[in-house]
């Protein structure tokens, strides 16, 4: 019974990508797509906390305790940065690698014949 209990939501989850005949192709090309709207925010936040983490120890003239907080934001931002854009090389080597293109594929067109 806790086995079904842990197998209810993975079903219910992926339902709607059974009820539309999705492909894995499909799903892949939908989940590139939302991180590729995601990773360009995350990474403009990385950005801003990096600045904000060099403004604040420029600014900390003689208190180290901002100095410091200052100094951990910086790190925070770089590694950020880092991570976001690693993600971002990663998609692109998975999309890559799969074949999988980030046009709209082009639909078939009817010519009747007279």
């Not at 925010?41 to 180290?64: H, K, N, R, S």
């Not at 990663?90 to 014949?113: D, E, H, I, N, R």
């Amino acid at each position: 019974m806790q086995k079904i209990k842990k197998i209810i939501p993975l079903a219910l989850v992926t339902m709607p990508f059974l009820a539309m005949a999705e492909t894995i192709k499909g799903i892949i090309t939908k989940i590139t797509g939302v991180i590729d709207v995601i990773i360009p925010l995350l990474i403009t936040f990385a950005v801003l906390m990096l600045m904000w983490g060099i403004v604040q120890f420029i600014t900390a003239a003689g208190d180290e305790e901002k100095r410091k907080k200052g100094k951990e934001l910086i790190i925070y931002g770089i590694i950020g940065l880092f991570v976001m854009v690693s993600i971002w090389g990663l998609v692109g080597v998975l999309t890559g690698t799969f074949g999988l293109s980030q046009s709209a594929p082009k639909l078939p067109t009817y010519q009747p014949s007279f």
